[in-house]
């Protein structure tokens, strides 16, 4: 019976290690910091995680890597998004066509906290909103109404915008806008992110900071993230690939940044 307890009590610790032991991508962050981590080249379902999805298949569950089982689903099929391969750097990405889009569950970082957002895209066609409304191509949005904004969408003209929006739904006006212009003929890199609270929001494109906007906003709680659509605008969304995304509780630093863009490159 005492070895039975100590072993159990051995695999809990072991347990306990291992999940924290997880690392994202590059060796930044962990299974704690690391919330999401979606890479398109594995973890992808045509079903609801038991089938790996063939090229042009449907995907309806895309797997988290980060260590948290925060897996993205789509159970709705004519809004579920497609695999397929050959795409960036001879390996695989999700296609959207900009009304379909996947979600996975709560991220579970605090309005007082910080956060990082990274994702790898490819834009094949789009329309360009404003800063302040919910129009034009949406990358990544809310998957439903709420007054937290942490979307990434392309303004009107061809520019690239954090839109950003607090509890109190403040700071939507003040939301980072890169000074690149939109491509169409190659996969785009965008870390955006919100450093301890009241200090700074920045938008950086390629690994370049592009944007640095003073936060000046209350408590900003990151919602539930819509991948590649607006919440519920019909035909709102990205019309092209996503290789991955990425998405920590807390604003990576810049040696940080620099080793997930090189992992990711």
């Known amino acids: 019976m005492q070895?039975?307890?100590?072993?159990?009590?051995?695999w809990f610790i072991f347990s306990c290690w291992f999940a924290n032991a997880q690392t994202g991508p590059g060796g930044v962050?962990?299974?704690?910091?690391?919330?999401?981590?979606?890479?398109?080249?594995?973890?992808?379902?045509r079903d609801a995680g038991v089938t790996p999805a063939a090229a042009g298949e449907q995907v309806q569950q895309w797997n988290d890597f980060s260590g948290n089982g925060n897996n993205a689903r789509q159970l709705t099929s004519t809004n579920r998004p497609f695999y397929q391969i050959g795409i960036v750097n001879g390996g695989p990405a999700i296609q959207f066509t900009g009304d379909t889009y996947i979600d996975p569950s709560s991220l579970g970082i605090p309005g007082t906290g910080s956060f990082t957002i990274i994702t790898v895209f490819k834009?094949?066609?789009?329309?360009?909103?404003?800063?302040?409304?919910?129009?034009?191509?949406?990358?990544?949005?809310?998957?439903?109404l709420?007054?937290?904004?942490?979307?990434?969408?392309?303004?009107?003209?061809?520019?690239?915008?954090?839109?950003?929006?607090?509890?109190?739904?403040?700071?939507?006006?003040?939301s980072p806008v890169s000074v690149s212009t939109v491509s169409t003929s190659s996969f785009t890199l965008i870390d955006y992110m919100r450093e301890s609270p009241r200090a700074f929001y920045r938008l950086?494109?390629?690994?370049?900071?592009?944007?640095?906007?003073?936060?000046?906003?209350?408590?900003?709680?990151?919602?539930?993230?819509?991948?590649?659509?607006?919440?519920?605008?019909?035909?709102?969304?990205?019309?092209?690939?996503?290789?991955?995304?990425?998405?920590?509780?807390?604003?990576?630093?810049?040696?940080?940044?620099?080793i997930v863009n090189s992992y990711l490159a």
């Open 29 to 45: 962050g962990n299974s704690t910091s690391n919330r999401l981590w979606l890479k398109a080249d594995g973890g992808v379902y």
């Open 3 to 10: 070895r039975l307890l100590v072993a159990a009590i051995c």
């Open 204 to 258: 950086f494109v390629n690994g370049t900071l592009e944007k640095s906007t003073a936060d000046g906003d209350g408590d900003l709680t990151p919602p539930i993230p819509r991948i590649g659509r607006h919440y519920n605008t019909a035909n709102g969304g990205l019309d092209g690939y996503i290789a991955e995304v990425l998405i920590y509780n807390y604003r990576i630093n810049n040696a940080e940044v620099n």
């Open 146 to 174: 709420s007054n937290n904004l942490t979307s990434l969408k392309i303004l009107t003209p061809d520019k690239y915008c954090f839109q950003k929006r607090d509890n109190g739904n403040n700071g939507i006006a003040t």
């Open 123 to 144: 834009v094949d066609s789009y329309v360009g909103g404003a800063i302040n409304d919910g129009n034009g191509t949406f990358i990544i949005d809310r998957a439903t």
